[in-house]
């Protein structure tokens, strides 16, 4: 590379601040259903216009743009999927990712208020925003953790011997992605998967459509929020995968202690979660996952291991580790004892 190619790191910081570019240009293709339009053919864009009735002049420039990312093909100014568009942008696809589009589109419209997050020190969602109260939102929000859910699973599930546990709580437990796959790998396990209602409506769909609604059991409860929540009791076995980063340090300390109540000595929690570093600056994409809390949450954030340790250990767990299983510090272990 010569100089005048090099990147500066001007550069590398206006690349960053125009981020947005990119990102609005896939987000926008994919609520305007262009990768599905496309499908398998080759389509120009005047005739995409005319079926999806838009303006032919915006759609073409925007499909241009969505070739020089990379998403689309162009010969003979004919527009094409490419195979990995085809795999995970358009529906049908092996692996479509469509949930997580639409959970992508949400955020984006909180991080505009970024500003207001920061200036206030929380959320800047109003009551009536939250997913609690949205049944369609809450719903693709469960479909979007079902995407991210099943390989993280699939990773603690091959990671872990199970063998000897009998009885799992899934404390927010959502899709039930991960008491399916740990059942999967260890089929003498039954799952209590204790969520919100809302939340359960959709767990219980997609458990039922891979056949384990015999072997996982839903029970609602509010378990930050309701100090009479029955969480159930005589778990050997706890999950709690994503949970801790939604609250802060007081409820999440008393929702150890509750789960600590609801199992038999000798049981083993599983704390699966967005660990950052002790510096709290690293690895950056949890750095940006705090930011997330904050726009998202009341009081939620990132914690780190020894935060973690330290509320499990309050709790009456002993014990506690680390798993190193995933890229990135993501799973704690630790015993009731
Ligand atoms: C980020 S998702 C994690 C889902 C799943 N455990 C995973 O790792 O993919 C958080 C889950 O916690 C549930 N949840 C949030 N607040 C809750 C509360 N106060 N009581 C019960 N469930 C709650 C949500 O409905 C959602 O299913």
């Not at 998967?193 to 459509?209: C, F, G, N, R, S």
Request: a negative charge; one cysteine or more.
């Amino acid at each position: 590379m010569n100089n005048s190619t090099k990147e500066t790191n001007l550069d590398k910081i206006l690349t960053r601040a125009s981020g947005f570019m990119d990102a609005q240009v896939i987000l926008t293709a994919h609520e305007m259903g262009i990768f599905n339009c496309l499908g398998s053919r080759a389509a120009s864009a005047d005739v995409l216009a005319d079926e999806l009735e838009i303006s032919e002049r915006g759609l073409r420039i925007l499909l241009d743009a969505l070739v020089s990312l990379g998403l689309l093909s162009k010969t003979n100014d004919h527009y094409k999927n490419t195979k990995t568009g085809l795999t995970h942008l358009v529906k049908g696809g092996s692996d479509y990712r469509g949930a997580t589009l639409d959970h992508l589109i949400r955020m984006r419209d909180m991080w505009l208020r970024l500003d207001e997050a920061v200036e206030k020190g929380t959320s800047p969602r109003k009551p009536e925003e939250s997913l609690v109260h949205n049944r369609d939102r809450n719903r693709s929000f469960i479909l979007a953790m079902k995407d991210f859910g099943t390989p993280n699973a699939k990773i603690i599930a091959g990671n872990l011997d199970l063998s000897k546990y009998e009885r799992l709580l899934d404390l927010g437990g959502g899709p039930g992605s991960y008491s399916m796959e740990i059942i999967r790998q260890f089929p003498q396990l039954r799952a209590t998967l204790v969520d919100l209602p809302l939340t359960l409506e959709v767990a219980e769909e997609i458990i039922k459509e891979s056949c384990m609604d015999e072997k996982i059991e839903l029970k609602a409860a509010d378990f930050y929020n309701d100090p009479h929540a029955d969480i159930g009791s005589g778990y050997d076995l706890a999950l709690i995968s994503n949970i801790l980063h939604i609250e802060g340090v007081d409820l999440n300390r008393k929702l150890l202690s509750r789960v600590n109540n609801a199992m038999v000595e000798d049981g083993m929690i599983l704390i699966h979660e967005a660990l950052i570093n002790e510096n709290r600056v690293s690895p950056p994409d949890r750095a940006m996952f705090a930011v997330n809390m904050l726009l998202h949450t009341e009081r939620g954030n990132c914690y780190t291991f020894n935060e973690i340790k330290g509320w499990l250990e309050e709790a009456g767990f002993s014990g506690v580790e680390l798993v190193d299983c995933f890229e990135k510090p993501s799973l704690m272990i630790a015993y009731k004892k």
